[in-house]
């Protein structure tokens, strides 16, 4: 069935240290593929959205490229802050529903000063 | 532009009792979604609508909760009976269409 998989439960990095969250997918079709970050106490906020037309987003400084290949849409930023902790959670608009909008687990980001 | 509501921030109930969430979606926004979100994982997919109609609720856990959508407009998710397993954020998300999801900041729900 329809997936989003992020491995990666907690990430701790020092500021201006590069991040790398991954995130694979698994659907037919042609998804709209979405990285959304949630602060503590509310509620998921979209960060950058990527469809098969344009295949990259950015937003803040931080990257995702949609690789159909390799099923991937993994975020990047070159160099965090602390204001960067968050959790982020990679994020998929079915190929052949566009109504369902399904996440993975999330990845919690800290960033130490 | 005001974002989507939802109420109760929090609730608190004993197992076996009943609560409803209610959610204020953005103006002009046909599809409405209900999530939950258990502690330090990411939001799961219970039911969605588009206007007044059920989409699928083929997520919804069990017959004890219940949504509903009757004018298009404002929903309502309802648990009768709750669980301890119950116990996570229910969040509520409009779009327009296919566009980005827009969220409230959730009903924190706590059975004991």
């Known amino acids: 069935g329809d997936s989003v998989i992020q491995m990666q439960g907690q990430v701790t990095l020092s500021e201006n240290d590069f991040l790398f969250i991954n995130c694979t997918y698994s659907t037919t079709g042609y998804p709209t593929l979405f990285w959304y970050v949630q602060y503590s106490g509310e509620g998921p906020q979209l960060l950058l959205q990527?469809?098969?037309?344009?295949n990259k987003g950015s937003s803040r400084g931080f990257e995702a490229t949609y690789d159909k290949g390799t099923t991937s849409f993994h975020l990047q930023k070159t160099s965090v802050q602390e204001i960067d902790s968050a959790v982020y959670y990679c994020?998929?608009?079915?190929?052949?529903?566009?109504?369902?909008?399904?996440f993975g687990k999330g990845t919690h980001l800290h960033v130490l000063p | 532009e005001a974002g989507v509501t939802q109420s109760p921030r929090y609730a608190v109930l004993q197992e076996g009792q009943a609560v409803s969430f209610w959610c204020d979606p953005i103006s002009g926004h046909d599809t409405l979604y209900w999530y939950q979100q258990p502690r330090d994982q990411g939001p799961q997919l219970l039911v969605y609508?588009?206007?007044?109609?059920?989409?699928?609720n083929s997520q919804l856990p069990s017959d004890r909760f219940s949504a509903v959508r009757p004018k298009g407009t404002n929903s309502t998710l309802k648990i009768q009976s709750a669980k301890q397993g119950d116990t996570a954020t229910y969040l509520c998300a409009s779009s327009g269409g296919a566009g980005q999801l827009y969220f409230g900041e959730g009903s924190k729900l706590t059975v004991l």
């Open positions: 609508f588009r206007d007044e109609a059920v989409i699928d």
């Open positions: 994020a998929m608009r079915e190929g052949t529903n566009a109504y369902k909008v399904i």
């Open positions: 990527v469809t098969t037309a344009n």
